[in-house]
């Protein structure tokens, strides 16, 4: 288990000492997240309002300079018919790339509204996660919070206190984030 803790941390070492994101890391995130995630899938990415396409792969890496990885928001792949029910292309990928900081109040008052209600209130008797459960991981700052207190750290904070907050329906890799990470991912970052 060791070994493959710290093959998986060589692979992602990147990350871990915050260098700048690239079209590789990208991709080898999504395909952790699911393995339908291939980049052969993958017709293009958005970044800062501009759509690359796959093969602007160089491009891509040029802009993705200026993005350090404690500044990256989020890495979420659409199906194109998520997005478009008419679309040309079927069975091709969008990746959107965000970075933080430029949520509008009312967009974080809208993700936290969707976070909310994606957990269960605590009851009196705390239950463990059933396997079949259908909430979200949640990262506090980037620390996970346990599946019974998620309800409650979300209940506890404010508007004022969010920087900037994140709801993904699509899975996460499960190695890094549990059984819930088929769930998707809420991750709120506060000040």
Known sequence: MKLLFAAILLLFSPYVRGQNVNKQHIDEWLIKCDSAYTASKIWGYAFNNVVYE????????NDLKSLANNNLLSIDPFWNEELLPTTENPGKLLVLIVTKGKQS????EGIL?????????????QKPVDSASTEPVLLINGK???PTDCYAELSKLTIDSITDIYYSKHPVPKEYYSQNAKNGIIAVWIK
């Open 54 to 61: 796959a093969k602007d792969s160089v491009r891509l890496d």
């Open 105 to 108: 109040v009312k967009d974080k």
């Open 144 to 146: 996970p919070i346990s």
């Open 113 to 125: 509204k969707t976070a909310l209600s994606k957990y269960a209130k605590p009851e009196l008797s």
